[in-house]
């Protein structure tokens, strides 16, 4: 069974212990929080252990390449305490079972992987992807199982994860553009700290977007609208690619609004803290998330993750921002019409 | 028996009747699973006064009659049992009147869910009913003869609790009028102040008599929906948490489901709510009522708000909702049939289990669906089944199944919804001998010939 690499004397050489320090849910002062984390690593009861919502962050705030996110995750395992109720857990472990019935375009070296995510088959559409396109994979076959860390269970991803790279590397894959971070997030980052390989290489589909708008350049008409761009937990997992999000908005002429809730002080959409936590978190962190958005002026929300557009789109869009998918914004920048409805 | 076709092609005219075999054929089934019988002709009515002469015609020749609405009871409960006239009530659609600011409508026997439903969002857009999730075809008339449910049964109980008067054609071939309209011409209440006499005539399944005229309360519309789905893998906290949630007296309607399939509902029973709201605030203050009530199923990891996909979303928020049909055709050959007994909430976690033993032992595919019915006074709970039509060995196996389930209502203080004539059976012999013969006294006097719908309600 994979394990993960964990440093611990990374930890407690460690002069900030961002990684708890930063945490927007958990009020920790240094100290507390480098009790906190010996504890977790000693394998000792913590209360974070009980109250760590699961955005992510910590993944991020560590600069030093350690995964205390990880940790966390695999010693709720090993105590058994649930993020989540039962039945979601149960829920969303059903959801990703490999059933035979996966989709592939035609596949080629290089291919698109729309992990579970059926929005994707949509997005796709057009000038943008054209040169990969109809190279595709969807389905729970290739869907990289990394959501679990939500609900406090790795085996279920040591166990799926290398069955889904290997399906890829049957199918003669040297390229795979990840159309989720999640996605992305678990090929070029969570296999490796838990030693799993991967035959091919990850590419963040942020990346793929900016070099596809530089060769359609002279189609680019500047959109001239004021932006929030609502980034997700699973982002926290490949923070080397978040640079992407201010590049393309400049590339294609949109004012990406500086507000409180970006980059590393970004608010999770909320989805998962309703499942797991109830009502109150989720309301909390929604409504300061819409507010800080109007405060600043956007007029649309810009979504990265499809789950967090379906969380968020009503919400925003009754408070007057449009909500749309970056890949649509891109889309308009060349003069194409979004293929998500943008109310 | 031919002078009999053109006695009731005097009556309605030659096009409205009809005894050839390729239309008998249709009239002789429901999309069920109970055994075809053919009727000797059809007639297709347009008013009430043709109905009166078809009843005084049967009564003098002794003839079967069968009032039909859509045939979509399932349980056969228009099939012509003993031949005779079925009379099918389709051509009865009118719309009379809508009484907004009483909020009732009057609508004539043979009107259908679908009509009833374009009416109301074309002319009275702040008016709704309480629409069954039946095809759209189904009749108001059949739906509360058969004390029918639908989107506004956790608020205000069976479809039946909404009537606000009947017209009736008697077995005698009079017209009689239930309630309100019978001293007055508003149609606003089936009894109160008066002895409720509609009792004579609902869940009788036309066996004292036809209606052909249905007073139904509306209800305020509001201008938004939306729906929450909270799941728990516990079936024996279900009774807990709908208590709880019929507490707040938030919901509009309250359904659980619970199947094996697709994945996303495996191993969890869901208990589907929904909400209503003029504006934003009304819908969110619902919202969070109804998450807070049940705050504690959350902490303790019993239970929680699943994110609803929106292709998810859209269907449940459809009225009617049309993933029944898509459940009908899971085995291919488009069969379904279930046994919908009403029951205590409390009798959840029992049924549950069962239908999963049933489906185990007879190897079917099966759905459980429950529906609140007021604040939880009862629900009834759908033992599900799908089939293929043309695999009749599936098909016995479905039939026992059912018959298991009749045998175990009874045993755990259910009544049965809609029942077969096996079931009416069964009630019968367990009923308290009193009312069985309160019920023997109403069908002699009200139908001394036995022509109404016979086969069913035989109490005499």
């Known amino acids: ?343 | 028996m031919k002078d009999i076709a053109l006695l009731l092609a005097e009556i309605v005219g030659e096009r409205y009747v009809s005894d050839r075999p390729e239309e008998i054929y249709f009239y002789a089934r429901d999309p069920g699973l109970m055994p075809p019988h053919k009727p000797n002709y059809v007639v297709i009515p347009k008013t009430t006064q043709q109905i009166q002469k078809i009843v005084r015609l049967a009564n003098q020749q002794r003839i079967p009659v069968v009032p039909m609405g859509a045939g979509m009871s399932l349980t056969g409960l228009v099939i012509p049992l003993k031949g005779g006239i079925v009379i099918d009530m389709k051509r009865m659609n009118k719309i009379i009147e809508v009484n907004e600011k009483a909020r009732y409508v009057i609508v004539e026997g043979g009107t259908s869910q679908g009509a009833l439903k374009a009416y109301l969002e074309k002319n009275y857009p702040r008016l709704r009913h309480s629409i069954p999730d039946a095809p759209a075809a189904a009749t108001i008339a059949a739906n509360i003869m058969i004390h029918g449910q639908g989107r506004l049964t956790q608020q205000y109980g069976f479809n039946s609790d909404m009537v606000a008067g009947l017209e009736v054609v008697l077995p005698s071939g009079q017209i009689c009028k239930i309630g309100s309209c019978s001293l007055v011409p508003g149609w606003f209440s089936k009894g109160a102040p008066l002895p409720d006499l509609s009792g004579l005539f609902l869940g009788w399944f036309g066996a004292t008599g036809i209606i052909t005229k249905v007073a139904l309360k509306l209800y305020p519309k509001k201008k938004m929906r939306d729906v929450e789905i909270f799941i728990t893998d516990r079936e024996d906290l279900v009774p807990d948490i709908v208590y709880e949630l019929t507490h707040t007296e938030m919901a509009e309607d309250i359904n659980i489901f619970a199947q094996p399939l697709p994945m996303i509902f495996k191993d969890n029973h869901h208990i589907t709510i929904f909400i209503t709201g003029d504006t934003d605030d009304e819908l969110e203050f619902k919202r969070k009522m109804i998450w807070g009530a049940l705050d504690g199923f959350i902490k303790s990891k019993d239970g929680g708000f699943m994110s609803i996909p929106p292709a998810l979303k859209s269907t449940l928020l459809e009225m009617p909702q049309r993933s029944v049909s898509r459940f009908a055709d899971v085995k291919k050959g488009g069969g379904f049939e279930y046994s919908g007994p009403i029951l205590l909430v409390e009798r959840y976690p029992d049924c549950s289990r069962k239908l999963v033993e049933l489906a185990s032992k007879y190897d079917l595919a099966y759905s459980a669906m429950a529906r609140i019915i007021g604040r939880g006074h009862c629900m009834m709970f759908g033992f599900s089944f799908t089939f293929n039509r043309a695999d009749p060995d599936m098909m016995a196996r479905v039939r026992e199944a059912l018959q298991e389930v009749s045998e175990y209502v009874l045993e755990i203080g259910g009544v049965f919804w809609k029942p077969t004539i096996d079931e009416q059976r069964l009630a019968i012999e367990r009923m308290d001998p009193t009312t069985l013969n309160l019920m023997k006294m109403i069908k002699r006097n009200l139908d001394p010939n036995g022509i109404m719908n016979p086969g069913n309600w035989e109490v005499t």
């Not at chain 1, 964990?6 to 460690?14: H, P, S, V």
């Not at chain 1, 059933?99 to 291919?111: A, F, I, N, S």
């Not at chain 1, 004012?255 to 797991?276: K, P």
Request: a negative charge; hydrophobic letters at 35%; charged letters at 25%.
């Open chain 1, 1 to 343: 069974m994979y394990t993960l690499k964990f440093d611990e004397n990374l930890c407690k050489t460690c002069p900030t212990c961002a990684c708890l320090v930063k945490c927007q849910y958990l009020n920790l002062g240094i100290d507390e929080a480098k009790q906190e984390m010996m504890k977790i690593i000693e394998g000792e009861d913590s209360f974070v252990l009980q109250d760590c919502v699961t955005c992510y962050g910590c993944e991020e705030y560590c600069k030093r390449g350690n995964h205390p996110f990880y940790l966390i995750t695999e010693r709720r395992e090993e105590k058994g305490i649930l993020t989540s109720p039962r039945a979601i857990t149960k829920q969303w472990i059903n959801i990703g079972e490999p059933r035979g019935k996966y989709k592939l375009g035609e596949v080629k070296e290089r291919v698109l992987s729309f992990g579970f995510m059926p929005e994707f088959l949509q997005l796709v559409e057009g000038r943008l992807f054209e040169d990969v396109m109809p190279s595709f994979v969807f389905g729970q076959e290739f869907f990289c199982n990394v959501v679990y860390i939500h609900f406090a269970n790795t085996s279920i991803i040591k166990k799926r994860l290398p069955m889904v790279i290997d399906n890829f590397r049957k199918l003669g894959a040297q390229e795979v553009v990840c159309m989720h971070d999640e996605c992305y997030g678990s090929f070029a980052h969570l296999a490796p700290a838990y030693g799993i390989e991967v035959p091919f290489r990850p590419i963040h589909y942020f990346e793929y977007l900016y070099s596809r708008l530089k060769a359609l350049s002279d189609e680019i008409r500047p959109l001239n609208i004021k932006v929030a761009y609502q980034r997700p937990c699973s982002s926290r997992l490949c923070p080397d690619k978040h640079h992407f999000v201010k590049d393309i908005m400049e590339f294609i002429g949109v004012d990406l609004v500086d507000r409180t809730y970006q980059d590393e002080n970004a608010l999770c959409c909320g989805g998962i803290f309703g499942m797991a936590f109830g009502y109150e978190l989720k309301d909390d962190v929604q409504k300061r998330n819409i507010d800080d958005m109007v405060e600043h002026g956007a007029e649309y929300c810009v979504f990265n993750c499809p789950a967090c557009q379906n969380t968020l789109a009503e919400k925003v869009a009754r408070r007057g921002i449009k909500p749309i998918h970056i890949i649509d914004l891109c889309r308009m920048a060349i003069g194409e019409n979004p293929v998500m409805e943008v109310s």
